[in-house]
């Protein structure tokens, strides 16, 4: 099952010097980098990468809500697109705040493995260990809401194999991916899959 992800590490991780370490969770954990470069995002590819669809709003507006209520606050917003829009507003104008190290990550069940080093979309409920939960634990959903902004997470991931295929299409031209070289990993994988 092998799958090709996107991983961003953005700009706040970028200032913060912890690349390195981030990519390095990537790399023990037996994904393969395909593709990697350093990009300050223009206004087009903020918005394009955190597309506007009913569906996303309506994720953002039910994690907002939920917040919202576990604080003992009143919601009053009952538009999910009226909420998805500020969202993208916040999302875009933090990707564009400085440069990001955009990577393609390779391996058996990517999209989940990447998901599961990175941690919960609120840094503060990741396990420690997680990229969040060991360098963002103390970001949090009544936070960036007192703030007026969106979650500071150092990570993207691409949540599915579908949104992994745009994704990395928005980021990366067919010649700049690498796939065929191979790693420590892909021996120890012919071992265990010795029909490959």
């Known amino acids: 099952m092998t799958e090709k992800t996107l991983v961003l ?6 200032k913060k010097s912890i690349c390195g370490k981030i990519l390095s969770k990537f790399e023990d954990a037996g994904l393969k980098i395909v593709g990697i470069k350093m990009v300050w995002a223009d206004e087009n590819l903020a918005r394009n990468h ?5 569906t996303w709003a309506r994720s ?3 994690k907002k809500k939920k917040s919202c209520e576990e604080q003992g606050k009143d919601f009053p917003c009952k538009d999910p697109l009226e909420v998805g829009k500020q969202i993208q507003s916040w999302n875009v ?3 564009m705040e400085g440069p990001v190290i955009a990577m393609v990550l390779e391996g058996n069940y990517a999209v989940e493995i990447v998901r599961k080093l990175v941690g919960s979309t609120e840094p503060k409920s990741s396990a420690p260990g997680t ?3 060991d360098f963002a634990s103390t970001e949090s959903y009544g936070l960036a809401d007192y703030e007026k902004r969106v979650l500071r997470t150092l990570v993207h991931a691409s949540d599915s194999p579908e949104n992994a295929k745009r994704e990395i299409a928005l ?3 067919i010649d700049e991916l690498h796939s065929n070289y191979k790693t420590i990993h892909d021996f120890l994988l012919r071992e265990y899959h010795p029909e490959d």
Not at 50 to 54: K, M, Q, R, S, T
């Open 9 to 14: 590490i953005k700009p706040d991780a970028v």
């Open 50 to 54: 955190y597309y506007l669809d009913e």
């Open 60 to 62: 953002v507006y039910e």
């Open 93 to 95: 104008e933090y990707l």
């Open 131 to 133: 990229i969040r939960g």
């Open 171 to 173: 980021w990366f031209n």
